[in-house]
C-alpha cells in the first residue's frame, strides 16, 4: 500500500498492518517463538537487527513508540510543549533510547506486552481518529511537528513500524527454517 496521504488512508493502513502483523504472529510456531533471533546471517548494519532477541522485543519496541505519539501528542494539544524524543535524546541517539526501551521490558512476559500493545494500538488509532484531515496532513499545522506533518508521525509508528516488525519476524522464521 502507497504510504497515506490523507486520515482515511492512514487509518486503513494502520489497521491493516496491525492485522497482518496479529495473524503473523498467530502462525508463529513454538520453534519460532522459543528461537532467539539471530540474523548475524543477513548482514545488516541497522542496530535492531542486532538489539532485538525475540518476539517480546518487537513488540515492546512498538509499544513504547505508540506511547511516545501518544504522550507526545497530548501534551502539545492541550499546550504543554513536549519534544517527540525525551530528553537527553535527539535523532542522532535515539538508538540508545531505543536500547533503554528494550532493557526496560527484559522481565516484562510476552503476554502482558501483547496487551498492553493491543491497548496502545486502540489508543493511537482512537487519538487519530479524533483529528481532523487537515490537523493530521497540513505541513506545519502544527508548531510542535516543525515542518512534518503530525500524519507523518503516526504513520511512522503505525503503519510503517508495523511494516518493519513483519519483516523482522518473515525473516527469523526464514532463519530458522519455519513455514
Known amino acids: 500500500m502507497p504510504r497515506p496521504k490523507n486520515k482515511e488512508e492512514l487509518i486503513i493502513a494502520s489497521e491493516e498492518g496491525y492485522k497482518k502483523l496479529k495473524e ?4 508463529m510456531s513454538k520453534a519460532e517463538l522459543d528461537t532467539p533471533f539471530d540474523f548475524s546471517s543477513l548482514n545488516k548494519k541497522e542496530a535492531h537487527w542486532n538489539r532485538d532477541k525475540n518476539l517480546r522485543d518487537v513488540l515492546a519496541h512498538l509499544y513504547e513508540w505508540h506511547k511516545l505519539l ?3 501528542t497530548e501534551a502539545n494539544l492541550n499546550g504543554e510543549h513536549q519534544p517527540f524524543l525525551p530528553e537527553p535524546y535527539n535523532w542522532k541517539t535515539y538508538g540508545e533510547m531505543n536500547i533503554t526501551f528494550f532493557n526496560k521490558h527484559q522481565s516484562t512476559d510476552l503476554t502482558e ?11 493511537v488509532m482512537n487519538t487519530a481518529d479524533m483529528l481532523t484531515d487537515e490537523q493530521l496532513f497540513a505541513k506545519s ?5 516543525g ?3 503530525l ?3 503516526f504513520i511512522s509508528v503505525t503503519s ?4 518493519w516488525a513483519l519483516k523482522k519476524l518473515k525473516a527469523h522464521r526464514k532463519i530458522i527454517g519455519g513455514k
Open 147 to 149: 515542518t512534518t506533518s
Open 113 to 123: 506486552i501483547s496487551e498492553a500493545l493491543e491497548e496502545s494500538h486502540k489508543a
Open 24 to 27: 503473523f504472529i498467530g502462525t
Open 151 to 153: 500524519g507523518s508521525y
Open 70 to 72: 501518544l504522550c507526545w
Open 141 to 145: 499545522f502544527y508548531k510542535w511537528t
Open 160 to 163: 510503517s513500524h508495523y511494516d
